[in-house]
């Protein structure tokens, strides 16, 4: 039995919407009856390079860019002014701007609220001045490879709650507009958005979750100082190039942060010789102003760090905030960073209850106090044995004398250990493919568990 004729238009509709707007199109064939209906899904998707295929060289035929303008034009004409509640547009150099306007500007008519846009054009575009002033946009995401201009007259986007800005650069003096523009703003995330502003402040009395991720973009200008006013956050992800300064940090009611600061050879290398007292003043503007960045994240519950990160904490040794609300801590190790800041930080935080750490194999300095066992025990100072964390997750272990060393040691350091995990990667040969090393693991776990009270596991995780 044909069970789908018999369903109403509005369920069909329903159905029609979980596809493709192309995909939707396609079902046009199968009878008279839903040669439109596509039309009349309240979430429209349109993608150039999906219409298109991504066969070589086709987007470069004479009338194919026009056949997708065309497809869109029909279908929003179809629709007449019924409501739309999401509008998806990607599109890049070929596709007329004139088009790309009129769209948005149709739909922003009919009462939008989730408008995501994705526009390559390849060389300075302005946004429909329409989409500043919408008073139906709750979700924005906008996108571009190059600078989006933003309509400063009379911009307003009183209903807007979440804003993406991925891969796209704003004119000088328009971050601080736009965002002044949003009151019910609570979620604003930046990727690989390039700084204009040499003096940036993100200030919200509401926004809830923030994110700058700068991995692999590289700003206009340097940073000079950075400021976070936004006593509302609980959530900040922030991944970028050390400002020179953070003048204000009012992150008071943050629940989880994870910071990845990015650091040039440079910086390392000053770091450690400016801990070592071998030279006197910063040659790279910042590394003696991270602790304001720090001391702002005080009050967090989670917290994960780079391992720059975790070199540029070892200049804030002295400055170290004391995290009275740290349940977790997680970080992240490398073999070329070292891991000069755990004694202080570890001991800052009275009430910390698990601690993750990704590799165990890192940079080995003097000043790793009691932390590791990487340095003889006549050199160790400030114990741990007040430090309360009761769980110790370990992955990307790898089997080597080294680790086991370490481990040994931390159930030794830490005397409120109750549950270790270790995870293996599968792919790691020096543990799984040589017998012997699997042998001499399984006995060495039967020996911790005896030796101390803690539960003791060793885990294999696939790959990621």
């Known amino acids: 039995m044909d069970l789908f004729s018999s369903l109403p238009d509005d369920l069909l509709c329903h159905i029609l919407s979980f596809l493709t707007t192309k995909e939707a199109a396609l079902t046009s064939v199968l009878t008279k009856r839903w040669r439109n209906l596509f039309a009349f899904v309240p979430y429209l998707e349109f993608d150039d390079s999906v219409f298109l295929h991504p066969e070589g060289g086709k987007r470069e035929k004479e009338g194919i860019l026009q056949s997708f303008m065309d497809f869109v034009d029909r279908v929003l004409a179809l629709q007449g002014d019924s409501p739309i509640v999401k509008f998806s547009l990607k599109c890049k150099t070929g596709v007329d701007s004139d088009h790309v306007d009129r769209w948005i500007c149709n739909v922003l008519a009919r009462g939008v609220s989730d408008l995501d846009l994705f526009i390559d054009f390849r060389y300075l575009y302005c946004l429909p001045h329409e989409v500043g002033v919408s008073r139906t946009l709750v979700e924005l995401r906008v996108g571009s490879e190059f600078d989006i201009y933003w309509w400063e007259k009379d911009l307003c986007l009183p209903m807007l709650k979440t804003l993406v800005l991925d891969s796209c650069g704003l004119c000088i003096g328009q971050f601080q507009i736009l965002l002044s523009a949003c009151p019910a703003l609570e979620e604003l995330d930046m990727t690989n958005k390039r700084w204009r502003d040499s003096n940036v402040t993100v200030s919200s009395p509401i926004l809830k979750e923030l994110t700058i991720d700068l991995h692999g973009c590289c700003s206009v200008v340097n940073l000079k100082s950075l400021s976070f006013d936004a006593p509302s956050l609980v959530y900040f992800y922030y991944c970028d190039s050390l ?179 270790i995870y293996a990667h599968e792919n790691f040969p020096t543990l799984f493919k040589d017998p012997k090393m699997v042998e001499r693991v399984g006995k060495m776990m039967n020996f911790y568990n005896k030796l101390s009270s803690c539960s003791v596991q060793l885990l294999v995780r696939g790959p990621l």
């Open 243 to 421: 400002a020179e300064d953070y003048p204000q940090v009012n992150l008071k009611n943050l629940v989880e942060a994870q910071i990845h600061l990015l650091l040039t050879q440079g910086q390392i290398e000053q770091a450690r010789a400016l801990n070592n007292k071998m030279l006197v003043d910063d040659v790279f503007p910042g590394l003696g102003n991270a602790w304001k960045l720090i001391t702002g994240l005080k009050n967090v519950q989670q917290l994960y760090l780079s391992p720059d990160t975790l070199e540029v904490l070892s200049r804030c040794c002295e400055a170290m905030p004391v995290f009275n609300n740290l349940k977790l801590l997680s970080i992240w190790s490398d073999m070329n960073r070292g891991w000069q800041a755990m004694p202080v930080l570890l001991r800052n935080c009275p009430h910390l209850e698990t601690l993750i750490i990704e590799g165990l194999l890192h940079y080995v300095t003097d000043k790793c106090g009691d932390v590791c066992d990487c340095i003889s025990r006549g050199h160790k100072v400030h114990p741990l044995t007040s430090c309360p964390v009761k769980k110790l997750q370990i992955y990307e272990f790898r089997g080597t004398i080294r680790e086991l060393e370490m481990i040994k040691h931390f159930l030794e350091v830490f005397p409120c250990l109750k549950e270790m995990e």
